[in-house]
C-alpha cells in the first residue's frame, strides 16, 4: 500500500492523546524533525496547538514525521479538533511534506506557544505549574 509522509506537531505525537488516531489506520513512525525557522505555533486552550507558516517572525517546530496509508489521510483529518488541517510543511532539512497546520483564525486570542518549541515541552510546562 501507497504511504504519505505526514508531520505532525501536537497530540498525534508518540503517546500523547489522538496518537492511537495514527497507530488505527497503520501509520508508523519514521523519524523526528524540524521545521524551517518559519513557523509559529499557539496552544488552543491547552488541548492541542495550531502550528502557522509565517513570513517573518518564526522558529523552527520540532514535529514527527509519519508513513500514512494514502487513502487514511482523510481519515486523520476528519478526527483532528476543529480548525486543524492538512497542508505543506517545510522542514529544515528542506524536504516539504504534508502535515497538520492551523486555521489563523484558530489562533485569534489564544496563548502563542512558539518560544517552547514543540508541545511536549508546552505541555510538561503547564504540569509543572499546576504542581
Known sequence: MDTTLLAVNGTLMR???????????????????????????????DRHPAMIRVNHGGSAIAVEVWAVPQPSITTILLQEPPGLCIGKVLL???????????????????REITDWGNWRNYIFSINQNKT
Open 15 to 45: 503517546g500523547l492523546e489522538l496518537n492511537p488516531n495514527l497507530l488505527a489506520v497503520g501509520a508508523t513512525f519514521v523519524r523526528e524533525a524540524f521545521t524551517a525557522p518559519n513557523y509559529r505555533m499557539w496552544s488552543i486552550n
Open 92 to 110: 529544515s532539512d528542506g524536504e516539504e511534506l504534508l502535515g497538520v497546520l492551523g486555521e489563523p483564525v484558530i489562533c485569534e486570542g489564544q
